[in-house]
C-alpha cells in the first residue's frame, strides 16, 4: 500500500503478519514517499513483530499512540505515545526503527517492567541509528513482577547508535517515580551514564514506602480529640 502526505488516523491501524500483506514473499508494509505526517489521534498497533511503515524519508507522529511489537522501517519523528506491548494481549514487546529517532517535547514513551528478561518481561525501544531524547519518560511496574528484584538489576529499554538531548521529567542519573507511586527507578542515559551512553538504562528499581492508611487515619483522629480534651480542661 503506497501512502504520502498527510495520513489521517482516527480509529485503529493494525498491522497483522499474514500472506495478504506480502509479495513473493517480500512484506510491503505500507510504503510511504518521501515525509509523511500521522495525525487524527488513532493507534497504530503492530502484532507479531510485524513491519509497519516503511521508506527513505521520515514519518512524523503528531498524535497517534504506537503500540505493539513490530518494526519501522524508516526515520521517525515522535509527538504522540510509543508503547511497546499490548493492552489486551502480551503486556511487553520490541518496537524497533531502522531509520533514526527523534522524541520531541509533546511525546511520551511508556514502558511496562514485568520482570528481567528483555521483550519478554520488559519493553525495549531499539533504533539503529541517532536518537535525540525529548519529551517524557514513563515507567509503570506490573502487577505480574512477583519475582525477587534488586539495586543491581538493570533495566535497558532504550538502545540506539548514539543518545543526544534529555527527557523532559528526568535527567540522566536523576530518579523516576513509576506512573502509579510504588516504585522508583534510577534513569541512565547520555554522555554522563555510567552504563552504555547509547541505552538508556534502568536501575536501583525499588518500592517507595508509604504510611499506612489504617494507621494515618487514625493518627489524624487521635489529635483533633486529644486537641478537644485540652480545650476542655481549661
Do not use: W
Amino acid at each position: 500500500t503506497e501512502l504520502q502526505g498527510i495520513i489521517d488516523n482516527r480509529g485503529t491501524l493494525t498491522f497483522i503478519p499474514d500472506t495478504l500483506n506480502t509479495v513473493s514473499g517480500i512484506d510491503t508494509a505500507y510504503q510511504v514517499f518521501g515525509n509523511a505526517t500521522l495525525i487524527g489521534g488513532g493507534e497504530v498497533a503492530l502484532q507479531g513483530s510485524e513491519t509497519g511503515f516503511t521508506s527513505s524519508g521520515t514519518l512524523t507522529n503528531i498524535d497517534n499512540t504506537i503500540t505493539g511489537s513490530g518494526r519501522f522501517a524508516l526515520s521517525l519523528v515522535n509527538q504522540g505515545i510509543i508503547r511497546p506491548g499490548s493492552t489486551t494481549g502480551v503486556p511487553t514487546g520490541l518496537i524497533s526503527v531502522n531509520g533514526s529517532m527523534e522524541i520531541a517535547e509533546q511525546s511520551v514513551l511508556e514502558f511496562d517492567l514485568g520482570g528481567l528478561v528483555p521483550v519478554s518481561e520488559y519493553d525495549v525501544i531499539r533504533v539503529l541509528g541517532d536518537v535525540e531524547l525529548g519529551g517524557d519518560l514513563d515507567v509503570n511496574v506490573l502487577l505480574s513482577f512477583t519475582a525477587p528484584f534488586s539495586p543491581t538489576d538493570t533495566f535497558t529499554i532504550l538502545e540506539s547508535y548514539e543518545i543526544s538531548g534529555q527527557f523532559e521529567n528526568v535527567a540522566n542519573g536523576e530518579t523516576l517515580l513509576t506512573s502509579d507511586g510504588r516504585f522508583q527507578v534510577q534513569v541512565n542515559y547520555g554522555a554522563g551514564s555510567t552504563f552504555n551512553s547509547r541505552h538508556v538504562v534502568l536501575s536501583n528499581l525499588m518500592a517507595v514506602h508509604m504510611p499506612e492508611p489504617s494507621l494515618f487515619g487514625l493518627s489524624c483522629a487521635i489529635i483533633p480529640f486529644a486537641s478537644l480534651r485540652r480545650k476542655r480542661r481549661t
